[in-house]
């Protein structure tokens, strides 16, 4: 087998891939070393692995005949045009259930993190402020009102968790078989909650979900939690919401045009920002990597895909 290794993955699966065949770090390669390849040796490649952050372009696919497997490392497939490669005889991978505890596990820190204040009270005592006056006083945690955008598997796992910590509602395109208030009204749920937080896929539909009259019903006392992907929140609106104060905070793990951060966001003394570790953990990544490798042994022994999208 060939792979196609489209962003950096961890050394244990760069190490397994590379026990399986050649891998051509195709990220790695400028533009006119991409096409000298593509010339000589786009027969060879079987599989493409990557990161759910980052597509398999329908250029790529078409240049690859060989290709049969598109491994994202990852649940979001949002960079991938599916339909098409489904249509051209290739399958698409991603790992789904592993990184649930993981990112629920972070959508929970982070509102702690950003309604305590947690980032900025570690650069307090790092600064040596703490010698000089007192940190400001933060918000309750426990009795917040939660929201939940997308009651997928991450979804129902992060609201599992903070129902320890308060009421949860939550919407979708239809209410799913959970203990919670569904809200068929996204500013409804906005309104009320004092936390809203995102866990839905990236699709067409929830491009820019997250507008200005949902920041605004939110509102000054409400905190925005986004672990699922950039891409549903206009970050414009979400950059004058919190200049203004027309909401309180925003708690990001992902921004739309990653790694690259929208100044007003970094700027804004009401966020809290990491850079995409949601999933981020020695365990998980070695989960991920395992699913990962299973869908690609499988397609070599010609046996059906553990995790392939349907
Ligand atoms: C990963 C993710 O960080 O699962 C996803 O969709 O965004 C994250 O788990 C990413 O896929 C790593 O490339």
């Given at each position: 087998?060939?792979?196609?290794?489209?962003?950096?993955?961890?050394?244990?699966?760069?190490?397994?891939?590379?026990?399986?065949?050649?891998?051509?770090?195709?990220f790695?390669?400028?533009?006119?070393?991409?096409?000298?390849?593509?010339?000589?040796?786009?027969?060879?490649?079987?599989?493409?692995?990557?990161?759910?952050?980052?597509?398999?372009?329908?250029?790529?696919?078409?240049?690859?005949?060989?290709?049969?497997?598109?491994?994202?490392?990852?649940?979001?497939?949002?960079?991938?045009?599916?339909?098409?490669?489904?249509?051209?005889?290739?399958?698409?991978?991603?790992?789904?259930?592993?990184?649930?505890?993981?990112?629920?596990?972070?959508?929970?820190?982070?509102?702690?993190?950003?309604?305590?204040?947690?980032?900025?009270?570690?650069?307090?005592?790092?600064?040596?402020?703490?010698?000089?006056?007192g940190?400001?006083?933060?918000r309750?945690?426990?009795?917040?009102?939660?929201?939940?955008v997308?009651?997928?598997?991450?979804?129902?796992?992060?609201?599992?968790?903070?129902?320890?910590?308060?009421?949860i509602?939550y919407?979708?395109?239809?209410?799913?078989?959970?203990?919670?208030?569904?809200?068929?009204?996204?500013?409804?749920?906005?309104?009320d909650?004092?936390?809203?937080l995102?866990?839905?896929?990236?699709?067409?539909?929830?491009?820019?979900?997250?507008?200005?009259?949902?920041?605004?019903?939110?509102?000054?006392?409400g905190?925005?939690?986004?672990?699922?992907?950039?891409?549903?929140?206009?970050?414009?609106?979400?950059?004058?919401?919190?200049?203004?104060?027309?909401?309180?905070?925003?708690?990001?793990?992902?921004?739309?045009?990653?790694?690259?951060?929208?100044?007003?966001?970094?700027?804004?003394?009401?966020?809290?920002?990491?850079?995409?570790?949601?999933?981020?953990?020695?365990?998980?990544?070695?989960?991920?990597?395992?699913?990962?490798?299973?869908?690609?042994?499988?397609?070599?022994?010609?046996?059906?895909?553990?995790?392939?999208?349907?």
């Amino acid at each position: 087998q060939v792979a196609l290794q489209l962003c950096p993955l961890s050394e244990y699966l760069e190490a397994q891939l590379a026990e399986r065949g050649p891998v051509v770090r195709w990220f790695e390669l400028d533009e006119a070393a991409q096409r000298a390849w593509l010339a000589t040796q786009a027969d060879s490649a079987n599989v493409v692995v990557t990161g759910g952050h980052l597509g398999c372009t329908n250029d790529l696919i078409d240049a690859l005949p060989s290709l049969g497997l598109i491994a994202i490392n990852g649940v979001g497939f949002d960079k991938v045009d599916v339909p098409y490669a489904q249509g051209r005889g290739v399958a698409v991978s991603t790992t789904p259930g592993v990184l649930t505890d993981d990112v629920a596990d972070l959508a929970v820190g982070l509102t702690i993190g950003l309604l305590r204040g947690l980032a900025a009270a570690d650069r307090f005592v790092r600064d040596g402020r703490w010698l000089e006056e007192g940190f400001p006083l933060k918000r309750k945690v426990t009795g917040r009102r939660f929201g939940i955008v997308g009651l997928g598997h991450i979804g129902r796992a992060t609201a599992d968790r903070l129902a320890a910590f308060g009421p949860i509602a939550y919407h979708g395109r239809m209410p799913k078989d959970a203990p919670y208030r569904f809200e068929p009204d996204l500013h409804v749920l906005a309104r009320d909650s004092d936390v809203l937080l995102l866990a839905c896929a990236a699709t067409e539909e929830t491009r820019g979900l997250i507008d200005a009259s949902v920041l605004e019903a939110l509102g000054p006392e409400g905190y925005l939690v986004n672990v699922a992907r950039g891409s549903v929140v206009d970050e414009d609106a979400l950059v004058a919401a919190l200049d203004r104060g027309t909401i309180a905070g925003a708690a990001l793990d992902v921004v739309a045009d990653e790694p690259v951060v929208p100044v007003g966001l970094i700027a804004s003394e009401r966020t809290v920002l990491a850079p995409h570790i949601a999933s981020g953990t020695v365990e998980t990544r070695k989960a991920m990597a395992d699913l990962v490798l299973a869908n690609v042994d499988a397609l070599l022994a010609g046996a059906p895909l553990p995790s392939a999208l349907k």
